[in-house]
């Protein structure tokens, strides 16, 4: 099992629509989450970061963390063809001295 | 914001040479550096970390004696692909992470070099 897991995509979303991504991962003893939109050919920037369960906001961006179901996800509302991307979820090991990278999810928004 | 600053960004060399790329925090001090790759549609694995002064730790299944890691100073980590060969071609991405606030709201990336070797 992988220890951080996203559907690979592509993920379809025409513009102005709602994309939603979802991210699992496996040490239950990760405190910190981390989002992360990586252009092709570029170094990964970070969007949002969640610590807590519930929601955070920030923007058009929605970080979402239920750590009882080890799920972590991101909404992007409105979505515009710059948004197309891959999203990397990243995980703090318990040890909280690296991050762990799910494979990513390509996001295809089409105009 | 930090910068992170990564050269070469592309490097295109012969088997059998080594390769050296450079990690450097231009605004802040980085005891901790971090090495990445990314071979194509996939994601980033840490290779290793570097912090200064001391020996890198390195990810398992990453070759030490293959990936030299150099931290000499607070500001500058370099990564050393010896003997390079065709399957060493991929992505590679620096991370420092400067003080303060949460780990990841800290850590920040270099731009990445490409390497492609022939």
């Known amino acids: 099992q992988k220890e951080v897991e996203q559907n690979s995509g592509p993920l379809s979303v025409p513009e102005g629509a709602i994309a939603s991504l979802n991210c699992t991962y496996s040490?239950?003893?990760?405190?910190?989450f981390f989002w992360y939109r990586q252009y092709s050919g570029k170094s990964p920037e970070l969007i949002m970061f969640i610590y807590s369960n519930g929601d955070k906001e920030d923007g058009r961006f929605t970080a979402q963390l239920n750590k009882a179901s080890q799920y972590v996800s991101l909404l992007i509302r409105d979505s515009q063809p710059s948004d197309s991307a891959t999203y990397l979820c990243?995980?703090?090991?318990?040890?909280?001295?690296?991050?762990?990278f799910g494979g990513g999810t390509r996001v295809l928004v089409k105009p | 914001g930090a910068v992170v600053s990564q050269h070469p960004s592309r490097v295109i060399c012969k088997s059998g040479t080594s390769v050296k790329i450079e990690c450097r925090s231009l605004d802040f001090q980085a005891t901790t550096m971090f090495w990445y790759r990314q071979f194509p549609k996939q994601s980033l694995m840490l290779m290793a970390t570097?912090?200064?002064?001391?020996?890198?730790?390195?990810e398992q299944g990453v070759e030490k004696d293959k990936f030299l890691i150099n931290h000499a100073s607070l500001t500058l980590s370099t990564l050393t692909v010896t003997s390079a060969h065709p399957e060493d071609s991929s992505f590679y991405i620096c991370s420092a992470r400067g003080g303060g606030g949460g780990f990841g709201e800290k850590l920040f990336f270099g731009s990445g070099t490409q390497l492609s070797v022939l």
């Open positions: 570097s912090n200064e002064g001391s020996k890198a730790t390195y």
């Open positions: 990243a995980v703090n090991s318990a040890a909280g001295n690296k991050l762990t």
């Open positions: 040490d239950r003893g990760s405190q910190s």
